[in-house]
């Protein structure tokens, strides 16, 4: 069974920067699509980005494209979200999730981590 457990998150002034991790197991890494999301209060979730099973191509939200990376390392078999210039409207919980074969833009993940959440004061 897949497992995701993600950490980094915290509180952090606008213009500041933070990377998230997520610590995957349970199966092959290198197998998987992976993908961030977020959810803010009283917001559905929304996805943020998403990285191919190799990492070479990725995808991004609009919001964040120049200003978030999502990276990952298939030999300690975690991915990252490196957020930089964070913006007040940043501020979610975020969530990172896994799935077998191609990388998607929605919801469509089987697995998902617990989420951590990024605060981001002006």
């Known amino acids: 069974q897949v497992q995701l457990v993600e950490s980094g998150g915290g509180l952090v002034q606008a213009g500041g920067s933070l990377r998230l991790s997520c610590a995957f197991s349970?199966?092959?890494?290198?197998?998987?699509?992976v993908a961030w999301f977020r959810q803010a209060p009283a917001k559905e979730r929304e996805f943020v980005a998403a990285a191919t099973w190799s990492g070479v191509h990725t995808y991004y939200e609009d919001s964040v494209k120049g200003r978030f990376t999502i990276s990952r390392d298939n030999i300690k078999n975690t991915v990252y979200l490196q957020m930089n210039n964070l913006k007040p409207e940043d501020t979610a919980v975020y969530y990172c999730a896994a799935r077998y074969g191609s990388m998607a833009r929605d919801l469509s993940y089987a697995y998902w981590g617990q989420g951590t959440q990024v605060t981001v004061s002006s």
């Open positions: 349970g199966r092959t890494f290198s197998a998987y699509a």
